[in-house]
């Protein structure tokens, strides 16, 4: 009889589970059902790989649907026909862009919802059966052409690199690290040679600083000396320009008698220089006789006369 009742307990526990269970799948389907949802259309030109059925639809990052199909566009067979859910609260209109986004770095896709603020607004396009959603370049897109050039550059980078590091360059690099070792290594002796030679100018600047101040000294002592020489000079310069002018007018008003004295007067005034010269000559000598021999002069000279050889 116990056995009977404990079956009975289990049983009526087992069935309030299941109808708790049953209760809430209702309740949660009945929540999910209050949502509205509107369907579109979107074609990707190329690739989706990674977008899947029932990935998330977002709307500046709020997610606003799901993917519900994806499939080969039969009008052209180079695009992809996604279908979407999207809930009708949400702001789609003509300048709604849908791209393609990373989901971190796990490389599944999910369809990212913008709004085209250059475009005109406006209603959507129809599609086959739903609405169309312009699609536009995503960056996962962009990644995907600009890899072959990021390809190409990384190839020509790795190139350079060799050509940077390659055995000559190396050796050169070598090289001038050696020369800068030797370099540091005079360095000391190079600081006290530039130290002496800083000393040297000091001690050279003070010479002409002293040098300076001695030619001030003798400038300021010799100032009116210099001064008054210079008056002289220039007292001297207008002396002689004033005889050089009457110089010049004296030739230009006696020039006859001047070219009659070159003619005629000078050769008897050389014959006269000259006769001059011999009559000072003439008179040294006499002089030169009666310093000698004073007593000539009042004395008339014994004159002796010259042997003659037999």
Known sequence: ??????????GAF???????????????????DQQVYLRYE?????????????SPVRYLGVDVGKVTRILIDPQQRNRVLVIADIEATAPI?????????????????????????????????????????????????VLLSSLPALTTHLVELADRFNQVFSD?????????????RLASERLPATVRDVQDLLADVRHMTQEVQAAAADLRGIEAHAGPDLE????????????LARTSERLDRFVAENEA?????????????????????QAARDFRDLSR??????????????????????
């Open 14 to 32: 087992v069935l309030l589970v299941i109808a708790m269970a049953g209760s809430f799948v209702l309740w949660y389907t009945n929540q999910q």
């Open 289 to 310: 006789s009666l310093k000698q021999n004073p007593s000539q002069l009042i004395y008339e000279p014994n004159y002796r006369g010259v042997e003659v050889a037999r």
């Open 42 to 54: 979107i074609y990707f030109p190329g690739t989706v790989s990674g977008l899947t059925q029932g």
């Open 257 to 277: 008698g001047v070219s009659r004295f070159t003619r005629q007067s000078l050769p008897e005034f050389e014959q006269l220089l000259r006769e001059s010269r």
């Open 93 to 141: 209109d003509g300048r709604t862009r849908a791209s393609l986004s990373l989901q971190g770095i796990t490389g599944l896709l999910f369809i990212d919802l913008e709004q085209d603020h250059k475009a005109a607004p406006g209603t959507l396009a129809d599609g086959l059966h739903y609405p169309v959603i312009r699609s536009a370049p995503s960056d996962f897109d």
């Open 228 to 239: 008054s020489a210079a008056a002289n000079a220039r007292l001297v310069s207008d002396n």
């Open 168 to 180: 000559d360059n190396v050796r050169s690099f070598k090289a001038t690290l050696d020369n800068v």
């Open 1 to 10: 009889m116990d056995r009977d009742a404990n079956y009975v307990a289990v």
